[in-house]
């Protein structure tokens, strides 16, 4: 099984004052895209922003999913001056259709209308793509220590503890299955189980809160969760894979403009001295 998907980054160059909002940049790059991408093309919008509705599975896979994450957090209360150069990342969940045209066009349009709170003018300069293939098979050996960092504010929705490793599991299970091919065949059940025995051994994390405005309806959303870091001990090989390939997708809530994005680092035994190097298999063509 594979996680297959389209990594493309878009270069800039500001024309006037740019300014992306504290923990929103996502958040603004996605309502832009959104609506400048409704009137170039319809299709592509339909078939990114209304995905068909699940008829069966696990509760986590029944919503629609965006078919696009942002990748934007480095630009999060930056002010770009004219003249800077800026980039963020698009990751696009639909390897079957060639992307990158109609991507450029929306992003060159909205360049010109206007980014970020401040409606900045921007010229495109650079946009290139690379296909992603993310192994979803578990390593041969044994992973009994593993890192998670909440690198953007995550929100779990959970029955028990949100910050467990079960509810993280699940979130990533869930999301990932979404996008992989072939769609996956297991045991959700067992899965649950085996997830249930994971100890958390360290927990570093904080609560992040913030609102964001719709465009659409003038309602207020909120939009927050926790950022920080956890370490987890059990036996992970399992799991691994799919966290692995978690890393491009998001967990949890808001994934489509950069929330729930988490990094994950294999830690040595305690009678180790050296961490092992990444996780899984990554392919870029």
């Not at 480095?74 to 045209?101: K, N, T, V, Y």
């Not at 958390?200 to 909120?222: F, I, K, N, W, Y």
């Not at 680092?265 to 961490?275: F, G, I, M, N, T």
């Amino acid at each position: 099984m594979w996680l297959e998907f389209l990594r493309v980054r878009l270069a800039f160059i500001a024309a006037e004052p740019i300014l992306f909002p504290r923990g929103k940049p996502g958040n603004v790059l996605r309502g832009g895209f959104g609506s400048v991408l409704h009137t170039i093309d319809r299709d592509a919008y339909a078939s990114l922003y209304e995905p068909p509705r699940a008829l069966s599975g696990p509760s986590g896979l029944r919503d629609p999913a965006r078919r696009f994450v942002f990748r934007a957090a480095h630009l999060d209360s930056r002010r770009i001056a004219p003249g800077e150069s800026f980039h963020f990342d698009l990751h696009l969940f639909d390897a079957r259709r060639e992307w990158l045209d109609v991507v450029k066009a929306a992003f060159d349009r909205l360049g010109q209308e206007g980014i970020g709170a401040s409606r900045g003018r921007a010229h495109l300069t650079e946009a290139s793509q690379e296909l992603m293939r993310i192994s979803l098979d578990p390593p041969a050996e044994s992973v009994p220590h593993l890192s998670v960092e909440f690198v953007t504010p995550t929100e779990l929705k959970s029955r028990g503890e949100p910050n467990g490793f079960a509810a993280l599991f699940a979130r990533a299970r869930d999301r990932v299955s979404l996008f992989a091919s072939p769609p996956p065949e297991i045991d959700y059940r067992r899965l649950g189980e085996e997830a249930r025995k994971i100890a958390m051994t360290r927990c570093d994390l904080r609560q992040v809160h913030a609102m964001r405005r719709s465009a659409r309806t003038g309602e207020r959303h909120p939009l927050g969760g926790f950022t920080g870091t956890a370490q987890y001990e059990g036996e992970l090989r399992e799991f691994l894979p799919w966290l692995d390939a978690a890393q491009y997708t998001g967990v949890g809530r808001h994934t489509a403009w950069g929330q729930g994005q988490i990094r994950i680092q294999r830690l040595p035994h305690p009678a180790d001295d050296s961490v092992s190097d990444g996780p899984s298999k990554r392919e870029g063509r």
